[in-house]
């Protein structure tokens, strides 16, 4: 059974960082691409960035682009978010997402339950 | 990355059909066979629902299916059931290792 578990959110004041993690079981890691993907409180889904199973390709939304950084460990089947100059617009539920392929063209298959990040002073 | 566009609501009666249409450009839906759709039910995480268009996962009922034309994609659902009434939403690939999803659409069933 594929799980994904965050952690590492909370509330943090703007102009801080946060980094969040993944961990992943019940598949064989680093043979998918991931994808974290947010929905701020009431609000849809955005797409927030993807890495491929080896980190040669990532991506990332225009709204965080310079200010989060995708990083993986295939060893330790984790997925990480590096989160800086983090802004109250950045508050929302951040899914961790398991791919349906290698590359970040593969849409999200299976989502964890989610970590909440809360941008306030 | 411009939201891919969806009505914001759709409704039908148990046993009718609905389709929530998606509508992106020539570089997203339009340039590649990489859009999903996903149900969300209040609460919960998403679920995918299509993948590459027309594929279904495994355990998703045939009720479901998708198609697209040009810069638009559709996902229709036949024989509404009360535990359709949920969020949907599209997403597609866009380009240079970007993803974009659609703005959701709430689905009612009367």
């Known amino acids: 059974e594929v799980q994904l578990v965050e952690s590492g959110g909370g509330l943090v004041q703007p102009g801080r960082s946060l980094r969040l993690s993944c961990a992943a079981s019940?598949?064989?890691?680093?043979?998918?691409?991931m994808h974290w993907v947010r929905q701020a409180p009431g609000k849809g889904l955005e797409w927030v960035s993807g890495?491929?199973?080896?980190?040669?390709?990532?991506g990332y939304a225009d709204s965080v682009k310079g200010r989060f950084t995708i990083s993986r460990d295939n060893a330790k089947s984790s997925l990480y978010l590096q989160m800086n100059s983090l802004r109250a617009e950045d508050t929302a539920l951040y899914y961790c997402t398991k791919s349906t392929g290698f590359g970040v063209v593969n849409p999200p298959d299976y989502w964890g339950q989610g970590t909440l990040v809360t941008v306030s002073s | 990355q411009s939201a891919l566009t969806q009505p914001r609501s759709v409704s039908g009666s148990p046993g009718q059909s609905v389709t929530i249409s998606c509508t992106g450009t020539s570089s997203d839906v339009g340039a590649y066979n990489y859009v999903s759709w996903y149900q969300q039910h209040p609460g919960k995480a998403p679920k995918l629902m299509i993948y590459?268009?027309?594929k279904r996962p495994s355990g998703v009922p045939d009720r479901f299916s998708g198609s697209k034309s040009g810069n638009t994609a559709s996902l229709t659902i036949s024989g509404l059931q009360a535990e359709d009434e949920a969020d949907y939403y599209c997403?597609?690939?866009?380009?240079?290792?970007?993803?974009?999803f659609g703005g959701g659409t709430k689905l009612t069933v009367l």
């Open positions: 590459d268009v027309t």
């Open positions: 890495i491929s199973w080896n980190s040669g390709s990532i």
């Open positions: 019940g598949f064989t890691f680093d043979d998918y691409a």
């Open positions: 997403c597609s690939y866009a380009g240079s290792y970007s993803v974009v």
